[in-house]
Each structure stands twice: as structure tokens, then as C-alpha cells.
């Protein structure tokens, strides 16, 4: 268990944290949930980094830190569906691009073939980041209410786009 996976699996303690603080609905513990989730997302790129920098990858590494990914994601969102505070249709797209392309990526590790997160996921990641703090927030000024909505439409189009750019660059996987 090197420092890589180690800051990774610590990731994990923070989605209870996040959740818990958001159930209770208030702006101090919402505030300090996305305090909580910001830090997860920072320590995301810390391990990455690590591990690149230190030559620290490993199997566990490669398959727990976008699972920790998506369950942070995933959690929070099924939170704020129930606090009612984001639509079902957002968090059923998301899920389901999710869950879509891990399946996929099970089936081409089972061809031993790995399928390496591109720009497209990246970019899908930030804004889902992004519109999870923008929600939980909740800005009232008319500004900060039309950049949420713009960041919850790119979310949604590069989730969909992306998930589909992985299939189909891979659909060589499938045969």
C-alpha cells in the first residue's frame, strides 16, 4: 500500500462526511460538505500526481481511484436529488454513463485491454465537480443562477459525449 493508494482509499471517508453534512440542509453544513467534497476532489489529483511522479501506479491504484471517483460523485448526487435540490434526470444520466462505461472498461480488462481516461473525461469530471459545488451553493444572484444552469447543461452534454467518444474509440472491445 503505497502513499498513492493510501491518499486514495482515504478519499472514501469522505463521501459519509459529505452526505451526512448535506442531509441536514442547512447553509453551515452545506458550506462546510463542499469544503469536505473539494477536498476529496483535490486529494484526487494529489494521488495522481503521486503516483505518476513517483512511478507509484499500481492495479489497485488504477481500479480504486475512479471507483472512489464515482462513488463521491454518485453519493452526492443521489443526496441532492433527495434534498431535491438537483432534477433525477441529471443524476440518472450521470449514473448511467457511469456505470456504462465501468462495465465496459470490465470488459476490455477482460481482453486485456485498458481503456485510459481521455480529455473528453476530464473535462466531464471538472463539470461535474463544478455543478455538485454550484448546487450545493446555491448562489440567489440572477449571474450566479444562470452560470449554475450553463454548467449543469455542459455537464450533462459532456457526459453523454464522452461516454459515448469511449465506446465508440473502443468499439473494438465489443467484438
Given at each position: 500500500?503505497?502513499?498513492?493508494n493510501k491518499?486514495?482509499i482515504?478519499r472514501?471517508?469522505?463521501?459519509?462526511?459529505?452526505?451526512l453534512?448535506l442531509?441536514?440542509?442547512?447553509?453551515i453544513?452545506?458550506?462546510?460538505?463542499?469544503?469536505f467534497?473539494?477536498?476529496?476532489?483535490?486529494?484526487?489529483?494529489?494521488?495522481?500526481?503521486?503516483?505518476?511522479?513517483?512511478?507509484?501506479?499500481?492495479?489497485?491504484?488504477?481500479?480504486?481511484d475512479?471507483?472512489?471517483?464515482?462513488?463521491?460523485?454518485?453519493?452526492?448526487?443521489i443526496?441532492?436529488v433527495?434534498?431535491?435540490?438537483i432534477s433525477c434526470?441529471i443524476?440518472?444520466?450521470?449514473?448511467?454513463?457511469e456505470?456504462?462505461i465501468?462495465g465496459?472498461?470490465?470488459?476490455?480488462a477482460?481482453?486485456n485491454?485498458?481503456?485510459?481516461?481521455?480529455?473528453?473525461?476530464?473535462?466531464?469530471?471538472?463539470l461535474?465537480?463544478?455543478m455538485?459545488?454550484l448546487?450545493?451553493?446555491?448562489f440567489?444572484?440572477?449571474?450566479?443562477?444562470f452560470?449554475?444552469?450553463?454548467i449543469?447543461?455542459?455537464?450533462v452534454?459532456?457526459t453523454?459525449?464522452?461516454?459515448?467518444?469511449?465506446?465508440?474509440?473502443?468499439?473494438n472491445?465489443?467484438?
Amino acid at each position: 500500500m503505497n502513499l498513492a493508494n493510501k491518499i486514495t482509499i482515504t478519499r472514501i471517508f469522505f463521501i459519509p462526511v459529505c452526505v451526512l453534512l448535506l442531509l441536514i440542509n442547512n447553509r453551515i453544513t452545506d458550506v462546510i460538505a463542499i469544503c469536505f467534497f473539494i477536498l476529496a476532489c483535490a486529494t484526487d489529483a494529489l494521488d495522481g500526481y503521486i503516483a505518476r511522479k513517483k512511478n507509484l501506479i499500481t492495479d489497485l491504484g488504477k481500479f480504486m481511484d475512479p471507483l472512489v471517483d464515482k462513488l463521491l460523485v454518485i453519493s452526492v448526487l443521489i443526496t441532492l436529488v433527495e434534498l431535491q435540490k438537483i432534477s433525477c434526470w441529471i443524476a440518472i444520466i450521470i449514473v448511467w454513463r457511469e456505470l456504462i462505461i465501468t462495465g465496459f472498461r470490465l470488459v476490455a480488462a477482460k481482453k486485456n485491454t485498458v481503456i485510459q481516461a481521455n480529455y473528453l473525461g476530464k473535462i466531464k469530471t471538472v463539470l461535474q465537480m463544478i455543478m455538485i459545488v454550484l448546487v450545493v451553493l446555491d448562489f440567489k444572484n440572477y449571474f450566479m443562477m444562470f452560470f449554475k444552469h450553463l454548467i449543469i447543461i455542459s455537464t450533462v452534454i459532456f457526459t453523454f459525449w464522452s461516454g459515448v467518444d469511449y465506446i465508440y474509440k473502443n468499439k473494438n472491445v465489443l467484438s
